[in-house]
């Protein structure tokens, strides 16, 4: 019986060596899936403006043309964001002055054409922001915790939705965006020296 013990044995550590190995498979999986989403992201960054680009200080113009090129803008700029790992991202970041950006509200993509704060709540909180043009930047900014904003969808319908944090604080920084607008201007002085540095073009050891 101890033989018959000692071979159960053996199928149980045959058994646990099959598990290590497919743990150890599992465990490469899922770091190859991260580094691919980290490419990706990386990739997105790199087709989305950086701080310096002038076109970031840039007044949109109003969309006056609803056609396939707009379907086609909103298409991609949904796409970088999401593979940016974003939540929003207004076209003025893709070097494109329309005044159009996409953003995430509850799950759900959503896009915004010619958008208006047509309302704000006097209640209002600091909270820290990042943006996908401002790498490695978290700043606080005070927005408005309830806004209504109204615009048009990429067929000319309208559009009006009443926003709580945190869409209603997404919405107001795409919109600032689109007037040129940038975190680092809405943030206290020490918040904003901090961000600067970490901004400003980093010297290269060696260089003349």
């Given at each position: 019986m101890a033989h018959d013990h000692h071979d159960h044995d053996h199928e149980h550590d045959e058994h646990d060596h099959d598990h290590d190995e497919h743990d150890h498979?599992?465990?490469?999986?899922?770091?190859?899936?991260?580094?691919?989403?980290?490419?990706?992201?990386l990739l997105?960054?790199?087709?989305?403006?950086?701080?310096?680009?002038?076109?970031?200080?840039m007044k949109a113009r109003?969309?006056?043309?609803?056609?396939d090129d707009l379907e086609r803008l909103v298409e991609r700029m949904t796409g970088l964001m999401h593979e940016a790992h974003g939540v929003g991202l207004a076209a003025t970041q893709v070097g494109v002055l329309r005044r159009v950006f996409v953003f995430v509200d509850e799950g759900e993509d959503r896009v915004l054409v010619n958008p208006v704060i047509t309302a704000s709540s006097k209640e209002s909180?600091?909270?820290?922001?990042?943006?996908?043009?401002?790498?490695d930047v978290l700043v606080p900014v005070?927005?408005?915790q309830k806004v209504?904003?109204?615009?048009?969808?990429?067929?000319?319908?309208?559009?009006?939705?009443?926003?709580?944090a945190p869409s209603?604080?997404?919405?107001?920084?795409?919109?600032?965006?689109?007037?040129?607008i940038l975190i680092i201007?809405?943030?206290?002085?020490?918040?904003?020296?901090?961000?600067?540095?970490?901004?400003?073009?980093?010297?290269?050891?060696g260089a003349r």
């Open positions: 498979e599992h465990e490469h999986e899922e770091d190859a899936e991260q580094l691919e989403r980290e490419a990706r992201r997105a960054l790199s087709r989305i403006r950086q701080y310096g680009d002038s076109v970031l200080r109003e969309v006056e043309t609803f056609d909180e600091v909270d820290e922001e990042g943006c996908l043009s401002l790498r005070e927005r408005a209504t904003i109204e615009g048009v969808d990429t067929k000319g319908e309208p559009v009006k939705l009443e926003l709580e209603s604080r997404v919405v107001q920084h795409e919109l600032d965006h689109l007037d040129g201007d809405r943030t206290d002085d020490d918040s904003r020296r901090t961000a600067l540095g970490r901004l400003r073009p980093q010297p290269v050891l």
